[in-house]
């Protein structure tokens, strides 16, 4: 008797285990498969239809040049498409690591799985702890109180750096252009660059003193020329590149152009001559 309960005992180990490693391979080869409307740290997966994925990143000019962040990567397809597509290194930021898990199987079966140019991988991580800083384009289907709160971080990144959102603006940061497709918004906006204040000046042999007032993109100044604070006219921010002009006591008006790189600018002018020559300004 004992030797027959040794045996069942036996029979019914060896039963539970082979359950166990069968369940455990049937669960392993279950695929993950995203459910529209599923919740997320802070948002429900909505997946953005391809089309507007597509002007997303014709609106930023993607090239092979580019290095896309995609914040919030769901099923990775901005990453995949901004690879395939436009043949640029991407990166997503997923916080669920099932769909991070998923995102990188679609970028395999896209063909373009990996970290290099024209590749795309997708990153498990929160969107608000990883560093995307040297992102050339950002792309982003977030909510309005997200996109404020990345606001600041997204402000300070590089001059020039394209940021492209699905649905939802950057509140009273207006953009730069919005593009409508079947009811659906883009916006497109160009990271500025920071010329607030007051900059050494220096033209046509003459120095005199910039005051720039700034607001996001948007700019206004004045230039003082001897006693007379002249206003600079058209002034335009848009990115690292700069243009204004002003009218001097003569009447000669002189319209410049030119790049901000931190605390210099530097360009060329031309007046109502066709007379041209470069300008410096250092901020004070």
Known sequence: MKSFHTRASRAAGLLAAFLLVFGVQALAQQKYTPQRGQAGKDVIWIPTP????DRMLTMAQVTPRDFVVDLGAGDGRIAIAAAKKFGARAMGIEYNPDMARHANENAAAAGVAGEGAGKAFIRQGDIFATDFSEATVLTMYLLPGLNLKLRPTIL????????VSHAFTMDDWEPDEVSSSD???AYFWIVPANVQGSWNFEAHGLKSVLNFEQRFQKIAGTIALGELRAGLRAP?????HIAFAYVDE????????GTVSGGKMEGSF????????RWTAVKR
């Open 50 to 53: 391809q089309d507007v994925v």
């Open 156 to 163: 300070s990144m590089r001059p020039g750096t394209r940021v």
């Open 183 to 185: 009811g659906r918004h």
């Open 236 to 240: 335009r921010l848009r990115g690292f």
């Open 250 to 257: 003569k009447g000669m008006r002189r319209e410049f152009t």
């Open 270 to 277: 031309r007046d109502d001559t066709g007379a041209t020559g």
